[in-house]
């Protein structure tokens, strides 16, 4: 049984970096969450830290309730496997497995017990007597995450564990870590800087950008109900379309949208809760999944685009277009804009489409799945 929580942490190191920032999260016994953010966002600080190999500068770890900010790592209970996983190389994959238990300085019956079990647990049963070079990369790995089980800690805290396979092993052990903490139930931090990885493998996901929380849910929700701008565009593959927009009534006294050169009306409830933003800077935002060909069964509005670019994956294509208007203005310059709306925009459609780069195609729009983001990139509606 352990929970853990992070109260108001923040992180300056001592030549001024700030990698986290009044962070709060908060993981159930038995939970796996997946931190998930771009490089340098202060996923590993916050292991770290939990880890007690990093001082906090500020705000309380807990676990089990307890503070652990004074305590060393050894009494923390806590059991970490790195991107870079160093086996003794002279040792067994048996006495690497052994290793942490003699630091423990456990029992011979009982460090035997628990190598089987967890060697049986991990598919390693056959390979116990080999030497780490005498593997594969996907069981070095393997015996890498035992030596961590065979602790049986409290927590375990895994840093991109994967980033060093191939994707096929990643695909394959992502699923047996899956399997795996499901079976022990230990509550885990998962930590990738990958949005797939974390999509398919978290309980829940914490979203980090620049050593602040972004937003914490379930997958699913992260997905259709993004906090902001940062996570629209994050998660998804490929992420939210955002594009600048201004709002303009109609004459039957709705609202509609620019895009590029064209207006497209909204719906009443969309209307609504917009209402406000008339004359105020306001973001929109469509995935890629939301644009289709122009007669598809939710079109309500036809754009003709100019491709760009077309990655054909056989079953579907991504079509990469410029979006006329607002975004030409920006793009290229510093303005504050380039963070926040896509460089192009992205379709998602079935097959190949019968149109090559530099040509126009007409596209269908599903108007009801616009998302609307204010001036500071927080999610409308
Ligand atoms: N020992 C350190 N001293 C100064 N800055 C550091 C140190 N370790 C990490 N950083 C900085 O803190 C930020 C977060 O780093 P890190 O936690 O490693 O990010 P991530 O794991 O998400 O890639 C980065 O800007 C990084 O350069
Ligand atoms: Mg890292």
């Excluded at 807990?62 to 790195?82: K, S």
């Excluded at 999944?289 to 079953?315: F, M, N, Q, R």
């Amino acid at each position: 049984m352990s929970t853990v929580s992070f109260k108001n942490i923040s992180k300056i190191f001592d030549d001024g970096t700030l990698a986290v920032t009044a962070f709060d999260l908060d993981i159930a016994d038995g939970e796996l969450m997946v931190l998930v953010g771009p490089s340098g966002c202060g996923k590993t600080t916050l292991l770290r830290m939990l880890a007690g190999l990093e001082t906090v500068s500020s705000g309380e770890l807990l676990i089990d309730g307890r503070v652990v900010n004074p305590l060393p790592p050894q009494q923390r209970d806590i059991a970490m496997v790195f991107q870079n996983y160093a086996l003794y190389p002279h040792m067994t994959v048996r006495r690497n497995l052994e290793f942490p238990l003699r630091m423990m300085k456990l029992g011979k019956d009982e460090r035997r017990q628990r190598v089987s079990e967890v060697a049986g647990l991990l598919g390693l049963t056959a390979l116990l007597e080999r030497k780490p070079r005498e593997l594969s990369g996907g069981q070095r790995q393997r015996v890498a995450m035992g030596r961590a089980i065979v602790r049986e800690p409290k927590v375990f805290l895994m840093d991109e564990p994967l980033s060093n396979l191939d994707a096929r092993l990643r695909l394959q052990i992502r699923g047996e870590i899956a399997a795996l903490q499901r079976r022990m139930r230990t509550t885990t931090l998962y930590v990738t800087h990958d949005q797939v990885e974390a999509m398919t493998l978290g309980d829940r996901v914490a979203v980090i950008d620049q050593g602040r929380l972004q937003q914490v849910d379930e997958p699913q929700n992260l997905y259709a109900h993004p906090a902001n701008i940062f996570v629209a565009r994050f998660i998804g593959s490929p992420g939210m379309n955002i594009f600048r927009t201004e709002l303009h009534p109609t004459e039957d006294r709705g609202l509609a949208i620019d895009w590029g050169r064209q207006r497209l009306p909204l719906h009443a409830g969309q209307a609504h809760a917009l209402r406000k933003y008339l004359g105020k800077t306001l973001y929109a935002g469509l995935r890629p999944e939301a644009i289709h060909y122009p007669d598809a069964p939710d079109v309500e509005a036809t754009i003709v685009v100019k491709i760009e670019s077309i990655e054909a994956l056989g079953h579907e294509s991504l079509l990469y277009f410029g979006y006329e208007g607002r975004m030409e203005e920006t793009r290229g310059d510093l303005s504050p804009d380039n963070n926040m709306v896509s460089p192009l925009m992205v379709a998602r459609l079935a097959g190949t489409p019968d149109a090559g780069a530099g040509e126009s195609l007409r596209l269908g729009l599903a108007l009801k799945q616009l998302y609307f983001f204010d001036a500071e990139g927080s999610a409308i509606c």
